[in-house]
Nanobody, 122 residues
Framework: QVQLVESGGGLVQPGGSLRLSCRVC????????MAWYRQAPGKQREVVAN???????KYADSVKGRFAISRDNAKNTVDLQMIGLTPEDTGVYSC????????????????WGLGTQVTVSS
């Protein structure tokens, strides 16, 4: 019914930048909170940043001042601009939507994309 599709990952050198994008596909009326998570090798998945429908943002302490989350409610997209990347930022980045309301009067809870790999290495 709904699908989250991420793009923009890749290999970047330390200090470099990347922009991740996530598009929510389907008959979408509105989406509550959207977030980016990441999972580094051998570690648990952690929330990187989230943004509410009213554009209130929150960030993990480790990325404050370097990452910026944004969304376009009309296009059902959420982006993550990342600068000053370090090897510790390496991982699979996944997009999440906590509640998606569709035009079919269905609410879909806790939807995830497949993830996109970000590798920071020289």
């Amino acid at each position: 019914q709904v699908q989250l599709v991420e793009s923009g990952g890749g290999l970047v050198q330390p200090g470099g930048s990347l922009r991740l994008s996530c598009r929510v596909c389907g008959s979408i009326f509105s989406i509550n909170v959207m977030a980016w998570y990441r999972q580094a090798p051998g570690k648990q998945r952690e929330v990187v940043a989230n943004i509410s429908h009213s554009l209130t943002t929150k960030y993990a302490d480790s990325v404050k001042g370097r990452f910026a989350i944004s969304r376009d409610n009309a296009k059902n997209t959420v982006d993550l601009q990342m600068i000053g990347l370090t090897p510790e930022d390496t991982g699979v980045y996944s997009c999440n939507a906590d509640r998606i309301h569709t035009y079919d009067y269905v609410t879909v809870y806790d939807s995830w994309g497949l993830g996109t790999q970000v590798t920071v290495s020289s």
